[in-house]
């Protein structure tokens, strides 16, 4: 298989803008001959719908929530990069390319990530003049704050709240073109199955999730925004529903999975309080600001922390990392909690935290000061753990948040199966092995206000005037007929054990051997078990009820049947990528130091793997080699 | 802890329905309640019984998804806390605990505890936006909005549109929920061509649903998991009436 990334020629200062002009149009009268299906309403499938139908496409939106306004980036919290310099403190378009570049340790398409830092300055535009009510000097303008480790001020926020409103920005935008008649929504339906014809994506299978119909939907182009995978790992920060399915069915039908052991693990989570323990909660990233990560330097040291002197503390990130100290990227900081907690350093009832400590933060400027800054998940930790953040540390351990990995996608987003488009966090292309602080909710925002509505045209206009393929083509019925029978074989388990009871295991294999370290032999052994394990689910799964009905036990089956598979690749990527970047960290490639170190010589593509069967050992690689004619590879230091 | 629970079972929205007690003798005070669901559900699984249908996401309190009434009151009994970031430590050893859905006719049950609140949606698809497409933006810092007044529609904006307000309303009404939109974009600039429009548009299809009418017994205030005040509602009143005057 040949891989074309399609990457404009010239200066990368003008490609975005020239390649624009490159593409070719469907003029207005045009497209409402196009139905285009967007499965995902989240930021990036809620904008890309709205502008695709403000354009004049017929759309048809489907998510798995009651409502589109549910997605989960409506969680995330401290906000959003634009490279608009309102701070005068030195930013630009090409410093916010430079940083994402580096951050995500030289393995992200360098034309991508400067079109995101170039389009991230209109998303700004747009959610303000939508009425996204971000935070504000007195004068009336914008606030911004430095965010993630950044050396300038270039996050918009709102509130502890910055996911939600911008998510209710495209949401309403997205209200808007259901009234007007422009997109056809579809809650509480789930996306089972990319339908291919000749060697195109023309539709979808899905299941009505409140009668369980299963049913097939035609379009002259699919659009996965389906968020990452997060919770192949059980435990994360990210909502229960979130899943791999969408994107895994369309890899099972052609399209490359592009690096999918990049994962990332952010350092400022709630640890899990019990055996129970159903997710995570992220604590914000801000909180580093102010606070201060300590272990006890003795292991075994039972004190209450108030009793602990401060010279039988060890802030190992400020004895580590002088320079940046608590403000170390996410990466770094995961990993040297988890450093501490492998020499027996952890705190809490279950050993399985570190501190985040505001004493000195509360003493320095007044608990007044601190509340003002952080009173909303002063609180929120409160709540979930009982305890009183401004009278002993909080507890945080690294957890999985967000994944780099994804489909592969060309300049155009459009996977390696054509008329197959993957936006936001489903696809691979724009964070390489590490994603900033802030960049998320700008990068799903870019690809589907700015982007996608583009490109898209390029494709369509190639096939004006063809005929439409219905939904009653036998490709159709037979993707139906599947996706059926997958759903009977899952039903018709006589099985004793929970779904969730095996979705726990296969997290537990995979955080242990595929998490924040990861080793050639742990992984090898991790495919074996989880092949192993996925033996047993199929034979011993129980799910109750029938696929008739309403029925949470047999969406979470059905989900956790593709996390098997995925988990399986994950473990391969990460054993073939003989090499540490970002937030891959192989034990064998460290320095003396202990940090990461790179092969550049040998790693600087991107892994895509093409589908060979479901074992990970079966996948067949391809590579796509990255060049980086500006920002030349380094290594990333922050002693 | 023991604690027995009395759950609301329906397995379709044309069954009846009817209220079933489950005993759980090991709940742990650190669990949320929705993890001690959780294992109801793993515990029926095993047994060969149908688990309870409850709906949940992010379990951060966030998306708006879930939602129950917990001893009559929408999300339970601590204040400013939806269902799911609720913990077991707010309950004591040896109590019952009633479990029920949103009690609403425009949130009709579709299974157990799960309800239907596209009625939401559909208010907010009449009007609940400013017309701007894509691309047609000025600078952002081409209108400077006062601290106070952003603020303000930050709190509006707030809404996490649960349908707490609606349920535990003696009237099933959605003055909160409606008026919070409202609000939100009638005190920003960007809000003002449309304001008019917008808000008749909203209250007319509000009145369309089944929702009742506000009464002014301020219960939505109380229960809201954002704290949004019932200001808004009077807010929403003076603009309907200022939007049919003109």
């Known amino acids: 298989m040949q891989l074309d990334a399609k990457i404009p020629s010239g200066p990368i200062e003008t490609r975005w803008q020239k390649h624009r002009f490159d593409m070719k149009l469907v003029n207005p009268a045009n497209k409402r001959k ?29 998510c798995f929530q009651d409502s589109p306004r549910r997605a989960h980036s409506i969680a995330a919290q401290g906000g959003i990069n634009a490279a608009k310099n309102y701070q005068n403190d030195g930013d630009s378009i090409y410093r916010l390319f430079y940083d994402t570049v580096k951050g995500g340790d030289f393995r992200a398409r360098e034309a991508n990530v400067y079109r995101l830092a170039e389009v991230s300055v209109e998303i700004i535009d747009q959610a303000v003049a939508q009425g996204v009510p971000f935070a504000r000097e007195y004068g009336g303008l914008l606030d911004n704050r430095s965010f993630g480790g950044a050396q300038v001020s270039r996050t918009f926020y709102a509130r502890g709240q910055t996911g939600q409103q911008l998510l209710l920005g495209a949401y309403q935008a997205l209200a808007r073109q259901i009234d007007a008649g422009k997109v056809t929504m579809y809650p509480r339906t789930e996306m089972l199955d990319v339908v291919v014809v000749d060697g195109r994506a023309r539709g979808i299978v899905v299941r009505d999730l409140v009668t369980g119909t299963v049913s097939s939907y035609s379009g002259d182009a699919v659009v996965l925004a389906t968020g990452g995978y997060s919770n192949v790992f059980f435990l994360s920060t990210n909502a229960k529903g979130c899943n791999v399915t969408a994107a895994w069915r369309a890899h099972r039908k052609g399209a490359l999975f592009a690096n999918p052991c990049y994962t990332q693990i952010h350092p400022t989570c709630i640890p899990p309080s019990g055996e129970y323990q159903s997710k995570l909660t992220l604590m914000s990233e801000s909180l580093r600001n ?31 990392y002088p320079a940046f100290g608590n403000l170390v990227p996410r990466d770094v900081a995961s990993r040297a909690a988890k450093k501490e907690k492998d020499a027996g350093l952890a705190i809490g009832p279950q050993r399985n935290g570190v501190y985040l400590d505001f004493a000195d933060a509360i003493g320095r400027l007044g608990q007044d000061a601190i509340a003002a800054r952080y009173g909303n998940l002063f609180d929120m ?15 945080i351990y690294p957890a999985p948040h967000y994944t780099m990995g994804g489909l592969w996608v060309d300049y155009h987003l459009m996977s390696s199966l054509p008329g197959l488009y993957v936006i936001g966090e489903a696809n691979f292309s724009d964070h390489g092995a590490n994603r900033l602080g802030a960049s998320a909710l700008m990068q799903g925002l870019a690809d589907g206000y700015f982007i996608l509505p583009y490109t898209i045209g ?20 037979d993707a139906e007929g599947e996706v059926a029978g997958r759903v009977e074989k899952l039903l018709s388990g006589n099985g004793t054990r929970t779904v969730d009871s095996f ?6 294999i995979v955080w242990e051997k595929c998490g924040m370290a990861r080793t050639r032999e742990g992984l090898l052994e991790a495919e074996n078990e989880i092949a192993a394990l996925q033996e047993v689910f199929h034979r011993e799964v129980k799910v109750p009820g029938s696929g008739v009905e309403f029925n949470q036990s047999l969406e979470r089956a059905g989900r956790v049947a593709d996390f098997f598979e995925l988990a399986q690749l994950m473990c391969r990527d990460a054993r073939e990528r003989e090499e540490s970047c970002g937030g891959h960290f192989r034990e064998e490639h460290q320095t003396a130091e202990g940090e990461a170190k790179r092969d550049d010589e040998n790693f600087s593509h991107a892994a895509c793997w093409e589908y060979g069967g479901g074992r990970g050992s079966d996948a067949i690689l391809h590579k796509e080699e990255l060049e980086f004619e500006y920002v030349k590879p380094s290594t990333r230091s922050y002693k | 802890m023991h604690l027995t629970l009395k759950i609301w079972r329906q397995s379709s929205p044309e069954d009846a329905g009817q209220l079933v007690t489950y005993e759980m003798p090991d709940v742990s005070e650190h669990m949320s309640f929705l993890e001690m669901l959780d294992v109801l559900n793993e515990r029926l699984t095993e047994q ?44 004591e050893d040896g109590e019952t605990i009633l479990i029920e859905p949103w009690r609403a006719e425009a949130f009709p049950v579709v299974k157990d505890l799960v309800v ?12 609940g936006y400013v017309s701007v497409n894509t691309g047609s933006a000025p600078d952002a810092n081409a209108l400077p909005i006062g601290k106070e007044v952003a603020n303000r529609a930050m709190d509006a904006a707030a809404c996490i549109g649960c349908g707490a307000c609606v349920a535990q309303c003696p009237n099933g009404a959605a003055q909160l929920f409606t008026s919070a939109k409202i609000a939100h974009l009638a005190l920003l600039p960007q809000g003002q061509p449309e304001r008019q429009r917008r808000t008749q548009r909203m209250v007319e299809q509000m009145e369309q649903e089944a ?3 506000c009464s002014n017994f301020r219960e939505c205030e109380a229960v809201c998991p954002k704290e949004i005040d019932v200001g808004f509602i009077a807010m929403m009143n003076r603009e309907y009436l200022r939007a049919k005057l003109s």
Request: hydrophobic share 30%; with cysteine; proline share 5%.
């Open chain 1, 290 to 320: 102010d606070g201060r990560i300590w272990v006890p330097k003795e292991a075994g040291d039972n004190r209450p922390p108030g009793q602990i002197p401060a010279a039988e503390r060890d802030y190992y990130l400020e004895r580590r």
């Open chain 1, 34 to 62: 196009f139905d285009v299906i967007v499965v995902g309403s989240g930021l990036a499938g809620a904008s890309a719908s709205a502008s695709m139908a403000e354009m004049g496409y017929d759309v048809h939106c489907f």
């Open chain 1, 458 to 477: 390029n494709f369509l206009s190639q096939h004006l005037g063809e005929e439409k393929v219905s939904s009653d083509h036998s490709a159709f019925r």
């Open chain 1, 381 to 395: 930790y409160e709540r979930i753990t009982g305890e009183n953040p401004y009278e002993v540390p909080m507890r």
């Open chain 2, 211 to 213: 929702f009742g009418s």
């Open chain 2, 116 to 127: 239907d609140r596209s009625s939401f949606d559909r208010i907010i698809q009449v009007g």
């Open chain 1, 503 to 508: 979705h726990r295991e296969l997290g537990s």
């Open chain 2, 48 to 91: 060969g019984e149908d688990p309870v249908s409850f709906d949940h996401d992010c379990r951060e309190g966030i998306c708006g998804m879930c939602g129950l009434m917990i001893n009559g009151s929408a999300h339970g009994p601590r204040a400013a806390t939806t269902t799911c970031q609720l913990h077991m430590r707010e309950f």
